[in-house]
């Protein structure tokens, strides 16, 4: 008896179904661009999918580190008070 008192003081957790995590995973699948999916399948796992939007994600990262780091050099290379250089330094916020 002191079990199913202790379970109905526990805060219900919501459950997702099996069809919104497919939902979800779809959702995300059509975030990812195609040309990043190495399968041609219609039926992509859903580990897969997790999988290649991580990549992807990483992979935006790194882009984002290499133009912040052009930005830099350039910035650096101009003039201080050129209207260039508001361009650039605006370009960071």
């Known amino acids: 008896m002191s079990s199913r008192r ?6 219900r957790v ?3 179904s099996d ?4 939902g979800l995973v779809s959702k995300l699948q059509q975030l990812i661009p ?4 190495t399968t041609h399948s219609d039926k992509v796992s859903a580990s ?14 790194r882009e984002v580190d290499d133009l912040s780091e052009r930005l830099s050099e350039l910035l650096q290379s101009t003039d201080t ?4 250089a508001d361009i650039i330094r ?3 916020m």
Do not use: G, K, M
């Not at 069809?19 to 497919?22: G, L």
């Not at 897969?48 to 990262?61: D, K």
């Open 81 to 84: 008070n050129s209207a260039e």
């Open 48 to 61: 897969r999918v997790l999988q290649e939007t991580c990549n992807y994600i990483r992979s935006l990262h």
């Open 19 to 22: 069809d919104q995590i497919a």
């Open 6 to 11: 202790s379970r109905s003081r526990q805060p």
């Open 90 to 92: 605006s370009l960071f």
């Open 34 to 37: 195609h040309n990043i999916h």
């Open 14 to 16: 919501s459950r997702i």
